[in-house]
């Protein structure tokens, strides 16, 4: 049974070109999170989405930033217009249901780099 | 909002010593607690988790941790540590629902 699995493992990008990272998780979840991770921060909660529902998303920023869990396929963070500031590792997790503090799996996560 | 702070970011010590690690949230109600561990080039993974029950949690790979409900603590303890235990270490709280919140995180380097 695969686990979290995340793509590209690292990403590089110019200022203002789109990143789009890759999460599946694992068979069986339909609920899935992403994390950000800075250096020296910890992990902050991003955004929380089912298959085809973004449930929470307070925590990702309101421009440039989108996330979507289709039907069918991975779930997708995207960020457009990418900036210094959005490098980071960006951990996704899956769980099989909400139940209060469900543990969540994760993924190896993709570091973002912006030159 | 709810916040979790882990005292130290880094920790450096030798085979055998002891470790404690610190961990404190700030949420008035009831809470389950993680400590998530993320070793050298993998994902994170549970280390152990409390619920309810027996303040005194124990993990895998001989750690435990103990909640201080009046203390709103949740240290991470193992008596000898071993340079395999060299990661990073994760405490992590969820109030309820989906969100868990991390702290940032204590990086241990342990010496041969």
């Known amino acids: 049974n695969a686990g979290v699995m995340q793509n590209p493992r690292h990403l590089v990008r110019r200022r203002g070109q789109e990143a789009r990272l890759r999460c599946s998780p694992m068979?069986?979840?339909?609920?899935v999170y992403w994390y950000r991770q800075l250096p020296e921060e910890g992990l902050k909660f991003m955004v929380y989405?089912?298959?085809?529902?973004?449930?929470?998303e307070s925590g990702m920023p309101k421009e440039r930033f989108s996330a979507e869990f289709p039907k069918e396929g991975p779930s997708i963070l995207r960020i457009q217009q990418v900036v210094r500031g959005d490098s980071a590792a960006y951990f996704c997790?899956?769980?099989?249901?909400?139940?209060?503090?469900?543990?969540?799996?994760f993924g190896s996560g993709t570091q973002l780099s912006v030159l | 909002a709810q916040s979790v702070s882990q005292h130290n970011h880094h920790v450096i010590l030798s085979e055998a010593a002891s470790l404690e690690l610190g961990c404190n949230y700030s949420y008035g109600g009831t809470v389950n607690l993680f400590w998530y561990v993320q070793y050298p080039g993998q994902h994170l993974q549970l280390l152990l988790k409390?619920?309810?029950?027996?303040?005194l949690v124990k993990g895998i790979k001989g750690f435990e941790a103990e909640f201080i409900k009046s203390k709103f603590s949740f240290n991470l303890r193992k008596p000898s540590v071993q340079w395999s235990d060299t990661a990073e270490y994760f405490c992590?709280?969820?109030?309820?629902?989906?969100?868990?919140?991390f702290g940032a995180g204590t990086r241990l380097f342990v010496k041969a």
């Open positions: 409390y619920f309810s029950g027996d303040p």
């Open positions: 989405l089912q298959k085809e529902n973004i449930i929470d």
């Open positions: 997790a899956s769980s099989p249901q909400v139940e209060e503090g469900e543990k969540l799996f």
């Open positions: 992590a709280v969820n109030t309820g629902g989906f969100k868990t919140i």
């Open positions: 068979k069986g979840h339909s609920h």
